[in-house]
């Protein structure tokens, strides 16, 4: 056994060594200073060929003010809602910084400064690794910044050094940025909402951060910035920093700040593209949006300068030759969203996000969140279809000579034989565009002629998770696929991005072989390669048979279907058009091999972001996809694809089994694109409205494969020429999804919702 006098050595020792650690890690470290952390560097984006694209950052949107220059009711706004200890405590919280070590030691993330002291560090010294290290530095240098500073003095650079969004670094620039006032004149009311930003300016800025999480919308921002807004000033009043009277006229009225405004640089499509990367260096790293926007990156980008300004330019011009804003109201609204993929790749070369943050449009249409796609997603119903086999012959590939019946307002069945209902228990009854009678067709003529009943029907046949399955191994995003998989589910309620969809289509282009979408090669900070940006790897997403028929099928779309303005292209090319329910948006997606380029076109209410009818639109009864959206695309790829030469695709092999209207195998007819100038006969261009009849007798029957008495009454389902979205039953019928936009769809490419 040791001797007392050893064990009170060794105590004396190891607490000896522990002081005298501690006094040389505080006279280590540095006071951090708040000039030192004001100097600003710009980000650097540069062009796919490596020229420089823009330099933007923080640059004079950064500037310091003493504590004279910060009205009270800033200071104690910060004091009473972040740290109401802050003029008596010693500038750390040991229980803080304990409870960040305990969740790093298991694995979990830490918390940031939980006192205006430890935050004015984080602000402005430290780098932001969660590390145990970097926390026992904090803390040493909060110590000594409590011991060596005045409680002013430290509120002072907090309040410099803190980032409010929108790219403002301290008071002055938030003061600036959100009232156009210095923050001297900052009222209580307006002081609470900028301390409301410091919780996290992505979701407390009410004019909404979709592009960078699409839960961060207009709506939900303003609700939670008003929510802490109205909490901080409560705080302050119970706190005895406002009397009833200034908490009363503060409270009156909430302050909504002026909107956003575009920086240098940030102008025309430059804006959209330098968000689209932001994005993905955000999502492809831990840096967090304070860090990005503090500068010294530079970003190199896949987009390519002639291509951008192709497509930008195709828009401008389609938008000149068919809209007319100023005579035309129904004119007024329009919105275009486009994006450019190469195949077997993944590198978005192009996109077309808007009008430019310089004319107030913020929100990437690019990215879109909330626009159906209609029947752009019937390639995918029919790839499951292929891949999958229907529920009567399951594993045996469907071949898209098989017929279904293609009359208007069919009844929609179930596998087991019963069918869809109405809320109300009457019969769903699927609609096409116009009562035309088709009869039976195949698969090939329905998509031709985007008509919805073979698809909604053949969807269900098939299961609609394996239709989401094959659209997710596309390159499809999960969560902008509708979560209720209805038999609306076919024919285009989901809401992807104009890149992702782009990107989808890709993998047709490339015999079935998949890369996600991505708009950055390589990051670096002063010069120095930072990881994390590989390209993403190139996968089999689907049999190359079956992305080969789809390619197959989709060029007949273009040669004698509803997609035949897209044959001025000149050169082998295959594609989809999409219109949805209430003609709320118009969309074309094709592609070569060399090139996959969506178009979207919608209507948006500028309050509140729906989407509005573009039923009377250029002049015309109704928007369809094979008309303005087409347009624009082939005009962008005349341009984007000038002296490439054409591959054409390569040959799709017969797959599947052909079934005749009675179900029996029939012989495989040969098919071959013909080259017309005339489309095949089509419905009519007017989409009809939903309307809801009295319940059919039992007797009516309008199942797939039997039966052709098809008149009985009931709820509807309806669609336009490119087989519109529809309302869509419950439980047996269920809804489906709404047409509210936000952004941040874009996935690995943009934001974290990616």
């Not at 948006?585 to 009818?613: C, I």
Request: aromatic share 8%; net charge positive.
């Amino acid at each position: 056994m040791p001797s007392w006098k050893l064990v009170t050595g060794l105590f004396v020792g190891f607490v000896g060594t522990l002081v005298a650690m501690v006094g040389i890690g505080f006279a280590m470290v540095q006071i951090p200073s708040e000039n030192i952390a004001a100097k600003s560097q710009n980000n650097v984006y540069y062009w796919a060929d490596k020229s420089q694209m823009v330099a933007t950052g923080t640059g004079v949107n950064r500037q310091n003010v003493t504590i004279d220059k910060i009205p009270e009711a800033m200071q104690w706004a910060v004091i009473s809602a972040e740290n109401k200890s802050f003029y008596k405590d010693s500038g750390v919280d040991p229980m803080g910084i304990a409870r960040a070590l305990a969740n790093m030691a298991r694995g979990g993330q830490t918390q940031g400064g939980s006192t205006i002291t430890q935050q004015f560090v984080k602000n402005t010294y430290l780098s932001q690794d969660q590390t145990v290290t970097r926390k026992f530095k904090e803390m040493f240098i909060s110590i000594k910044v409590g011991t060596k500073l005045k409680k002013p003095q430290i509120l002072q650079g907090y309040l410099n050094t803190s980032y409010y969004g929108r790219g403002a670094y301290g008071i002055q620039a938030a003061a600036q940025t959100y009232y156009g006032k210095d923050a001297v004149n900052l009222k209580p009311s307006e002081c609470a909402f900028l301390a409301a930003l410091l919780k996290g300016p992505t979701y407390y800025d009410p004019a909404g951060n979709p592009d960078l999480d699409k839960a961060a919308s207009q709506a939900a921002n303003t609700q939670r910035s008003k929510e802490r807004w109205r909490w901080i000033l409560g705080e302050m009043h119970k706190d005895k920093h406002l009397t009833d009277e200034q908490y009363q006229e503060a409270l009156a009225k909430y302050p909504y700040p002026q909107g956003r405004k575009a920086t240098k640089g940030m102008t025309g499509q430059i804006s959209y593209l330098a968000d689209t990367a932001k994005k993905y260096v955000l999502n492809h790293s831990n840096i967090t949006e304070a860090d990005f926007d503090r500068g010294g990156y530079q970003i190199y980008t896949t987009f390519k300068k002639d291509k951008v300004n192709a497509l930008s330019a195709a828009v401008k011009k389609v938008q000149k030759e068919r809209l007319d804003p100023k005579h035309r109201s129904l004119d007024k609204y329009v919105q275009f969203g486009a994006a450019s993929v190469v195949p077997r790749d993944g590198a978005i070369v192009a996109l077309y996000g808007g009008d430019g943050y310089e004319n107030g449009h913020f929100t990437n249409n690019a990215d879109t969140s909330g626009v159906p796609v209609g029947s752009t997603w019937k390639p995918f119903v029919l790839a499951a279809a292929m891949e999958y086999g229907t529920s009567k012959q399951p594993g045996t590939p469907v071949s898209p000579l098989s017929k279904y019946n293609g009359n208007d307002h069919l009844k929609v069945v179930k596998p087991d034989g019963s069918y869809y209902l109405n809320k109300d228990n009457s019969y769903f009854f699927q609609n096409n565009e116009s009562p035309h009678k088709w009869g039976y067709i195949t698969l090939r003529k329905a998509m031709e002629q985007s008509i919805n009943t073979p698809f909604v029907q053949l969807g269900v046949d098939v299961g609609m998770t394996h239709v989401r399955d094959v659209a997710k191994s596309a390159g499809i995003l999960n969560q902008s696929m509708s979560q209720d998989l209805n038999p609306s589910f076919a024919i285009g309620t989901s809401t992807p991005s104009a890149i992702r969809m782009a990107d989808a289509y890709a993998t047709f282009a490339a015999s079935g072989n998949q890369a996600d979408p991505y708009s950055v090669t390589a990051l670096k900070k002063d010069g120095q390669d930072q990881p994390g940006f590989d390209k993403p790897k190139v996968k089999q997403a689907m049999d190359a048979d079956v992305a080969n028929n789809v390619t197959d099928v989709l060029q007949n779309v273009i040669q004698n279907g509803t997609g035949t303005n897209a044959k001025a292209l000149g050169r082998t090319a295959a594609g989809k058009t999409g219109t949805t329910d209430k003609n709320k948006s118009a969309w074309f997606v094709g592609y070569t091999q060399q090139l996959s380029t969506s178009v979207a076109m919608f209507r948006e209410n500028p309050k509140d972001h729906e989407l509005l009818s573009m039923n009377g639109t250029a002049g015309k009864d109704s928007i369809h996809g094979g008309d303005i959206p087409t347009l624009v695309w082939t005009e962008y790829m005349k341009a984007a694809l000038k002296n490439a030469n054409d591959p054409g695709f390569p040959e799709a092999t017969k797959i599947g089994e052909v079934q005749d209207e009675a179900g029996a195998p029939s012989p495989t007819p040969s098919v071959t694109i013909t080259p017309s100038e005339t489309p095949s006969d089509s419905p009519s261009p007017t989409p009809s409205e939903t309307a809801t009849s009295p319940s059919p007798s039992p007797s009516d029957s309008c199942q797939f494969g039997w039966g052709n008495n098809c008149n009985a009454t009931g709820g509807t389902g309806n669609g336009g020429t490119d087989g519109g979205t529809t309302p869509t039953p419950t439980a047996t019928d269920t809804t489906g999804t709404g047409n509210s936009r936000g952004n941040g769809n874009g996935g690995i490419f943009a934001g974290q919702n990616g």
